[in-house]
């Protein structure tokens, strides 16, 4: 049971906006930024997301995201192919990393 | 370019002990938090551990006392004591790197980069 509360799944089209969901709490999301995370299939996670808006460089701007209270969101516009993986967002929590269980998107 | 190596993964039985480091290279080691966190297979990603750059380390409680984060800044390494090992223990586990966004609304930590990852297995 992951602290923060993802869908487990989330599909579209190419070309589609894609939004996926990030429920925490007080103490996590309501207190503190959120960073996601996106993970291709066999590979390591990668850094999509941080500071609940922030992308690294080398992210495409068809990635954001937004935080409001205890909730956050990803969106992805403009859908590819090669979106398809598992996204996970992330919080602090009193001095711990809490991770929410994972979205895999899939491109129909 | 940064890079975290991952090494000491393998197959132990319940109870047991193992060790796994973490190589770092292409950024001040010492300047940086550390983390450990583990991914089962087909599972999410779940945090182990965190080391400051102080040594202040910092645990789940479904780990500690059981595991031990350290970090030697001479050899760019971070590792992981992991003792009175449970099958539940097994997963891929991930190196990666801490470290903070900076804006007027204070300071917001994050991990940016991971390593490739190493498997540990506990399992008779």
């Known amino acids: 049971q992951s602290v923060l509360t993802q869908p487990p799944s989330a599909s579209g089209t190419p070309g589609q906006r894609v939004t996926i969901s990030c429920s925490g709490s007080?103490?996590?999301?309501?207190?503190?930024?959120v960073n996601w995370y996106q993970q291709l299939p066999g590979t390591a996670p990668k850094l999509l997301i941080y500071s609940n808006n922030q992308r690294p460089s080398g992210v495409p701007d068809r990635f954001s995201g937004s935080k409001s209270g205890t909730s956050a969101s990803l969106a992805i516009s403009g859908l590819q192919s090669e979106d398809e993986a598992d996204y996970y967002c992330?919080?602090?929590?009193?001095?711990?990393?809490?991770f929410g269980g994972g979205t895999k998107l899939t491109v129909l | 370019e940064v890079q975290l190596v991952e090494s000491g993964g393998g197959l132990v039985q319940p109870g047991g002990s193992l060790r796994l480091s973490c190589a770092a290279s292409?950024?001040?080691?010492?300047?940086?938090?550390m983390h450990w966190v583990r991914q089962a297979t087909g599972k999410g990603l779940e945090w182990v551990s965190a080391?400051?750059?102080?040594?202040?380390?910092y645990y789940p409680g479904s780990v500690k006392g059981r595991f031990t984060i350290s970090r030697e800044n001479a050899k760019n390494s971070l590792y992981l004591q992991m003792n009175s090992l449970r099958a539940g223990d097994t997963a891929v586990y991930y190196c990666?790197?801490?470290?903070?966004?900076?804006?007027?609304?204070?300071?917001?930590?994050?991990?940016?980069?991971w390593g490739q990852g190493t498997l540990v297995t506990v399992s008779s």
């Open positions: 080391i400051g750059t102080a040594g202040d380390t």
């Open positions: 007080s103490s996590n999301i309501g207190s503190n930024t």
């Open positions: 990666a790197r801490g470290t903070y966004y900076y804006d007027s609304s204070g300071y917001s930590p994050f991990i940016d980069y």
């Open positions: 292409g950024f001040t080691f010492s300047s940086y938090d």
């Open positions: 992330a919080a602090w929590d009193d001095s711990h990393v809490v």
